[in-house]
């Protein structure tokens, strides 16, 4: 496993596309983990210009242990398409530079190639999830007005819950672009299925009142797996859990595309 994940690293590293696409992900994360409070300060001297002194954003509890655990995924998970392009961008030149075939050529099998690429998705998966830990924990600290070693803990299930959400969207945008091979139409597939066939989907299921559409559309289950926390910050009810059905739901389609993926290859004349 070590040796298939140094492979791949050597490989994806020197990748221009991928690295700009991994540092903006990383950006995206690191703003979203520091930059709410400068924003929610912003806010409120501007309601102060404007007379409007009985209202404070810096109130709302983003920061606050637990919650932060919770808000802090349920945004993050939004940006994973980065590191999915990141993805496709180092498939695609497999197929183009036929260093896949080069690979196979060398003695390494088709499982091993695929399983390369799966071992480097849940590499960054779990990267990511460190990083929102590690950011989590600094600003957690550093804004919530009670820290104790339970308020740290208490909601800390909702990383491993991001992981699964990223691993499983990677796998999903593994296949598309094994499937497509060229970097540009999967990009372009990708987001189409995502903005435009899932969206279709979801708003013809709330039309006509048929919510089983929505297990069908494997994008839009893997988002939900962690509920927007932002409407109790407005006093309206949320779902600050995750349930088991929810879980094997996304649990399912990450096997599958896992499955086809594996499938596609093996069979596939490279």
Do not use: C
């Not at 945004?75 to 993805?87: C, D, E, Q």
């Not at 099998?109 to 990083?131: C, D, P, V």
């Not at 839009?220 to 927007?228: C, V």
């Amino acid at each position: 496993m070590k040796r298939l994940l140094r492979i791949e690293l050597q490989k994806m590293m020197p990748n221009r596309a991928f690295r700009v696409l991994a540092t903006l992900y990383l950006l995206a994360i690191v703003i979203i983990a520091v930059g709410v409070m400068p924003f929610l300060k912003w806010m409120k001297n501007k309601f102060t210009e404007f007379d409007f002194d009985g209202i404070d954003p810096t109130i709302i509890p983003f920061y606050e242990f637990p919650d932060i655990w919770q808000n802090l995924t349920s945004v993050a998970i939004y940006f994973k398409i980065l590191l999915g392009f990141g993805l496709i961008f180092s498939i695609s030149n497999e197929f183009t530079y036929r260093t896949i075939r080069q690979n196979v050529i060398d003695g390494m099998s088709k499982y091993e190639f695929i399983f390369s690429k799966i071992i480097m998705a849940g590499f960054l998966a779990l990267a990511s999830t460190l990083t929102l830990f590690v950011l989590g924990m600094i600003t957690g600290l550093i804004y919530s007005s009670e820290v104790t070693f339970q308020l740290i803990y208490e909601d800390l299930f909702f990383l491993p819950v991001f992981f699964l959400q990223l691993f499983a969207f990677l796998l999903f945008t593994l296949f598309v672009g094994i499937l497509i091979k060229r970097s540009i139409i999967a990009m372009g597939l990708l987001v189409f299925w995502i903005f435009a066939v899932e969206n279709g989907f979801y708003i013809y299921s709330q039309v006509k009142n048929s919510e089983w559409i929505e297990y069908l559309l494997p994008v839009k289950s893997i988002n939900a797996l962690i509920h927007s926390p932002f409407p109790k910050y407005v006093f309206m009810e949320i779902q600050d859990f995750v349930t088991l059905p929810e879980l094997a739901l996304v649990a399912g389609w990450g096997a599958l595309f896992y499955w086809a993926t594996v499938k596609l290859v093996v069979r596939r004349d490279l």
